[in-house]
């Protein structure tokens, strides 16, 4: 693909003289993204440290955007998260209303009326307190059995609690009808009981009433739950569904990695906060309401995601771009819009790239927002999370980069195409980490991609190219091991996969990938099939080399 635009396209003849192989050797040890901790070594500053200066939630009102008192507007002066649930928003929604839930999503993207019909569907009711500090809200929640064998009990994670974060339910319904909850592991999981087994295509109706307090130093594997920097980022407010798989997946996650994994579900969300902040969440926006004075409701849909994420902020600049039916959005700090701008013609970028090579994009909307966290990037579904840090540092150009096209990658490997990111990280990091090399094939040429290429090589030595394989669990791998296997070894697999097979198959097995396992969860056994399948031989050896546990 041609670069995508004057601008990209002398930055692009530029870094092609040697300059992007240097800078991206010179700063592979901090190469990353969905940043395992590592990969930050040496370690930057706190992201507070390198972040521009920008008001703190409680701020002076600044003469920006909303302002800095966006970020302090009270629903109700004094009113806890407690007492707001009185003032949840009155709600319109029902169940199996298919063409709400795909507002979001391009006519081509839409899933079988089997997949669909069996999907989970989230109505989640919910609250901002009005000092910003806790979400109270209720979920209701249609589940279907898709097992073969009856279910007796439902799980589902409260993430926040994997961090200490004070995740409570108030009320746990089931049918209706009140049920006394299990905990089979510490407060992260909670388990309700069924009165009577749900048999294989049957529905039950769960409903949990929970308030999820948001830290000002953020909770999470890198901190994405949290109102820091002037920004809200609100990951994992809400009860989730845990996976079935011939058994729960209750297995703890590992404390750096992606703690997601998730079925592609359907999400219809009432949101109440104050009216001045700009709302971005993954989905659409259906419509905005004024309620009580300062307040204001937005009705957020969308599906199928594998998860459901807002993030807001009084002080959001905002840069578009459309990519043929997709509106892509930058949202950033007014400090940041250089680095803004930037980010945008990069993710614009990326997703013509990843569009010809793979396959359509689901949605209409794709937004980047720049969030405090300590991960160089985080995916959701329709939206790349950026860290603050990144937008404004010339020293980090060549990470921000590859950060922003990398989680770009997450919207093929991990939303449309899902896997289980906790036991099989290698399916979408190190396949995300391949779709960056082309990116830079595509975008730089040839010596653009071995600049990546390099980077990668240089990751992975820095556990001394030990041989450890890339399939392992996420809490299998040490320290600096992850990102230097996960992200270093694991994308040189699939440059040697390429290599095995021949350049078209590849390309041939990746939308092949792409197209038969949208909006499912794909398994390792089944990526390496249809490998097999594609290239019409034996890969056993080159998956026994890289991938398998020895
Ligand atoms: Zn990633």
Known sequence: MPPAGGHLAREGA????????ALF????????????PDVLQPVPAPITAVVPPTPPPDATPAPVSGGAAALTPGLSPGVSPAQATATLAATARSWNDWDTYLTALLPEARPTADLLAGMTQYHLNVLLASDLTALTGEADIRYTNRETEPLD??????????????????????????????????????????????????????????????????????????????????????????????????????????VIYHDASLYDVTFTAPDSLTVVATGATLD????????????????????????????????SVQVGDVAVNSYYLPADTGGGRQALEWAATALRTYQAAFGPYPYAELDVVGISTSAGGIEYPGMVAISLGLFGDWNSRAFFEAATVHEVAHQWWYNVVGNDQVNHPWLDESLAQYSTYLYYLSTYGEQGAKGFEDSLRARWERVNFAEKPIGLPVREYEGREYGAIVYGRGALFFLTLRDEIGEEKMAELLRRYYSEYAWQIASPEAFRTLAESVAGKDLGPLFEKWVYPR
């Open 25 to 36: 050797v010179a700063t592979a040890l901090w190469l990353s993204a969905c940043v395992p």
């Open 288 to 319: 905005k309401t004024r309620g009580e004075p300062g307040t204001a409701t937005w009705r957020l849909v969308g599906g199928p995601m594998r998860d459901f994420n807002i993030v807001a902020s009084g002080h959001y600049e905002k840069s």
């Open 14 to 21: 530029l870094l092609a003289r040697g300059f992007l192989r």
């Open 153 to 258: 009990i439902v799980y589902l994670h409260l993430f926040p609690n994997l961090w200490d974060g004070g995740m409570t339910v108030s009320r746990a319904l089931v049918a209706g009808q009140p049920v006394s909850p299990t905990y089979p592991s510490g407060d992260d999981v909670i388990g309700l009981p069924l009165a009577q087994p749900l048999r294989p295509g049957e529905t039950v109706d769960l409903s949990l009433r929970f308030t999820t307090p948001v830290p000002q130093g953020g909770a999470g594997n890198y901190g994405e739950l949290a109102s820091q920097g002037g920004v809200l980022a609100l990951a994992h407010f809400y009860p989730t569904v845990v996976v079935y798989d011939r058994g729960w997946h209750l297995e703890t996650p590992s404390s750096q990695g992606d």
